[in-house]
């Protein structure tokens, strides 16, 4: 590659003239406007408490019964009083709707003459998972399954410490 003549002075000539006067900035600030918050020391040693945006909800996962009024639109059910309110459970699907012509995804348990009146044990159903793994029977009146609450694993993230923690200014990976 060939460098024209003159082309390395004219480049620092272009540049002197380009960086003789400091930058304009794009946007002028206003003066009404509020300066950024002070930056935060954190403490590298203290523990991270994080606190959900979105309140947790506690998942019923006890194995002997189902809440009632728990169960929504779609889900499996053994019977009606499992079913969320204004809905009620299919006794030939053995799901939650709100209308006779709702019509749910499979898998459906295929029963006949299921209704709630009638032991789930008892029923005659071409699915072979009714009534066994199709949920559980609901609680007894003042009976509930025990919430756990899921745990969400936060692993903190420290990119850099401040020069106040650390007295040199970079950050701690020594970059």
């Keep these: 590659m060939e460098i ?3 082309s390395a002075s ?3 000539n272009s540049h002197a003239t380009n960086c003789a006067n400091p ?14 918050p002070p930056a935060v020391i954190v403490d590298p040693i203290a523990p ?7 309140p947790v909800v506690p998942v019923f996962v006890d194995p ?4 009632k009024r728990s169960v929504g639109s779609c889900e499996k059910c053994q019977n009606g009083d499992q079913c ?9 699907m053995k799901k939650c709707v709100a209308t006779s012509s709702t019509s749910c995804s499979y898998p459906i348990a295929s029963c ?9 044990n008892a029923c005659s159903c071409s699915n072979a998972d009714f009534p066994a793994t199709w949920g559980h029977p609901t609680c007894a009146e003042g009976v509930e399954p025990t919430p756990v609450v899921p745990v969400v694993p936060v ?3 420290v990119t850099a410490v401040s020069e106040a923690l650390t007295g040199v200014g970079a950050d701690y990976r020594g970059a």
């Design 4 to 6: 024209a003549a003159g």
């Design 10 to 12: 004219d480049a620092l």
């Design 23 to 36: 930058p304009q900035p794009d946007v002028e600030a206003s003066s009404s406007a509020t300066p950024p």
């Design 48 to 54: 991270i408490v994080v606190v959900p945006v979105v």
């Design 64 to 67: 002997n019964c189902t809440p």
């Design 84 to 92: 969320s309110v204004g809905s009620f459970c299919c006794p030939f």
């Design 112 to 120: 006949y003459g299921c209704y709630d009146s009638v032991d789930p």
């Design 155 to 157: 692993v903190p993230v």
